[in-house]
């Protein structure tokens, strides 16, 4: 079946330029997250939703940042003003159930501000 | 403060031989612990994982070993073969709570020589 999706793949937008990052998940997967990753970083949390419902959006860096998945399945990751500290790979994953499970991450879209 | 880290950024093994990568954490409320793999331009792959009631989990040539008293766990490639060449995350999770969201290391690159 079809794995996480996400688009664009590759995005470059000029400083104080807002960007919308999507992700299609796996098909009936309850639980969404986002993730920022730095060059020779790990994955950094940023939100989590369970359904449509954001239950955690602590790893957010700034107000600049908002997530929302309005359906329960597709989620934007929106970034407003964008600074060239924001530039890194934002993951998005899903896993089928809540709780202590694996999660399957798309592709990521990497984010080049300049 | 860094709550799981991988203080190897390399390694380097003879195809056949053993690869074991090291994870340790600090966080005492984590009990969930997985190890993804990562190919350039692709998004984390789960590999396996462990709870923290089980000292080691094992599936094919992957084993995870857990010593929660040094807060240490380890992979063990057994044979290690040239397509394991990749980066591979530590991750860990506070498997009771309902975000589920996972804390990752910085990861380790893995070259398997033919």
């Known amino acids: 079946g079809a794995g996480v999706s996400q688009s664009p793949r590759y995005k470059v937008a000029k400083r104080g330029q807002d960007v919308a990052l999507r992700c299609d998940p796996i098909s009936g997967h309850v639980s969404l997250f986002w993730y920022q990753q730095a060059l020779g970083q790990g994955p950094e949390f940023l939100t989590y939703?369970?359904?449509?419902?954001?239950?955690?959006k602590s790893g957010l860096p700034s107000d600049r940042f908002f997530a929302e998945r309005p359906e329960g399945s597709v989620s934007t990751l929106k970034i407003q003003r964008t600074q060239q500290e924001d530039s890194a790979v934002y993951l998005c994953?899903?896993?089928?159930?809540?709780?202590?499970?694996?999660?399957?991450f798309g592709p990521g879209t990497r984010l080049t501000v300049t | 403060d860094q709550q799981v880290k991988q203080n190897s950024p390399s390694l380097s093994v003879q195809e056949g031989r053993i690869s074991i990568l090291n994870c340790d954490y600090t966080n005492s409320m984590f009990d969930y612990f997985l190890w993804y793999k990562k190919y350039p331009a692709e998004g984390p792959t789960f590999l396996i994982s462990?709870?923290?009631?089980?000292d080691k989990n094992e599936d094919g040539r992957f084993t995870v070993f857990l010593n929660k008293s040094a807060k240490h766990l380890s992979l063990h490639i057994v044979p290690s073969q040239p397509g394991d060449s990749a980066v591979y995350f530590c991750a860990a999770k506070e498997g009771n709570t309902n975000a589920g969201k996972s804390t990752f290391g910085d990861g380790t690159t893995l070259t398997v020589k033919p």
């Open positions: 994953a899903s896993s089928s159930v809540a709780g202590p499970s694996e999660q399957y």
């Open positions: 462990i709870s923290s009631i089980k």
């Open positions: 939703f369970q359904n449509e419902a954001q239950l955690d």
